[in-house]
């Protein structure tokens, strides 16, 4: 027993010296492709994907949740990405928050605020699509939330793709946006401050998404040895 217990304290420290991290440095990832990520369509990679909301609590801090379970489908073409087509559906009764008091969260999907019982979908399918840059865009389409359908506008980044990759023979494509809406207009009014206050929960929300996109596999891409 004291010999193990000595053998696992001296692993341990090996694998938290300087020389364990350089070993672990040398081991060499293969390239992605150098070829483009081609047009077709997409889907949302689950484990790579983060939906955030944001909203004024008090004027204190701004309140953050989350849903765990949405999908997304993406119909892209790198030649003519103002064209692309963008659809996505999100349960709300997957919301998460940070350490809810108890019944709190029963009550944020109660009928006070996102109803799930009533409204267990939302859904968003993009109208228009404008360029603002090399990489960038903004992005229109309808909101479905809490059964009012609204537009609502999001700006875009791309931040890169790569046709396919060693460990990966489909094509792969990621993004970050942000957006803000009015929970009101959606009929979710429960705790907006009166005019002037902020004594409540805000009006405005922000949503912020990361994304990672899974597409058609490359007939040419190399495989893995």
Same mark, same amino acid.
């Given at each position: 027993?004291?010999?193990?217990?000595?053998?696992?304290?001296?692993?341990?420290?090996?694998?938290?010296?300087?020389?364990?991290?350089?070993?672990?440095?040398?081991?060499?990832?293969?390239?992605?492709?150098?070829?483009?990520?081609?047009?077709?369509?997409?889907?949302?990679? *689950?484990?790579?994907?983060?939906?955030?909301?944001?909203?004024?609590?008090?004027?204190?801090?701004?309140?953050?949740?989350?849903?765990?379970?949405?999908?997304?489908?993406?119909?892209?073409?790198?030649?003519?990405?103002?064209?692309? *087509?963008?659809?996505?559906? =999100?349960?709300?009764?997957?919301?998460?928050?940070?350490?809810?008091?108890?019944?709190?969260?029963?009550?944020?999907?109660?009928?006070?605020?996102?109803?799930?019982?009533?409204?267990?979908?939302?859904?968003?399918?993009?109208?228009? =699509?404008?360029?603002?840059? $090399? $990489?960038?865009?903004?992005?229109?389409?309808?909101?479905?939330?809490?059964?009012?359908?609204?537009?609502?506008?999001?700006?875009?980044?791309?931040?890169?793709?790569?046709?396919?990759?060693?460990?990966?023979?489909?094509?792969?494509?990621?993004?970050?946006?942000?957006?803000?809406?009015?929970?009101?207009?959606?009929? =979710?009014?429960?705790?907006?401050?009166?005019?002037?206050?902020?004594?409540?929960?805000? $009006?405005?929300?922000?949503?912020? =998404?990361?994304?990672?996109?899974?597409?058609?596999?490359?007939? $040419?891409?190399? *495989?893995?040895?």
């Amino acid at each position: 027993m004291k010999h193990s217990i000595v053998t696992a304290v001296a692993l341990a420290l090996f694998l938290a010296s300087p020389a364990a991290f350089a070993a672990q440095d040398a081991v060499e990832v293969p390239p992605a492709s150098t070829a483009p990520a081609p047009g077709g369509a997409y889907t949302l990679d *689950k484990a790579h994907a983060s939906l955030i909301f944001r909203v004024s609590h008090i004027g204190f801090s701004n309140y953050t949740g989350r849903f765990a379970s949405f999908d997304a489908a993406l119909d892209i073409d790198p030649a003519d990405p103002a064209a692309a *087509k963008l659809e996505a559906t =999100i349960d709300p009764a997957s919301l998460s928050v940070e350490n809810p008091p108890s019944g709190f969260l029963e009550s944020l999907l109660g009928p006070d605020w996102f109803d799930v019982a009533k409204f267990p979908a939302m859904t968003f399918r993009s109208t228009k =699509i404008e360029m603002t840059g $090399d $990489d960038t865009a903004r992005v229109t389409g309808d909101l479905t939330l809490h059964g009012v359908t609204l537009p609502v506008v999001f700006d875009a980044t791309f931040n890169g793709g790569y046709a396919s990759h060693p460990f990966e023979p489909n094509a792969r494509i990621g993004f970050s946006a942000r957006g803000g809406l009015s929970r009101s207009a959606f009929g =979710i009014a429960y705790g907006v401050p009166e005019e002037g206050s902020t004594m409540g929960v805000g $009006d405005a929300v922000e949503f912020i =998404i990361e994304a990672e996109f899974t597409g058609p596999a490359w007939a $040419d891409a190399p *495989k893995a040895e």
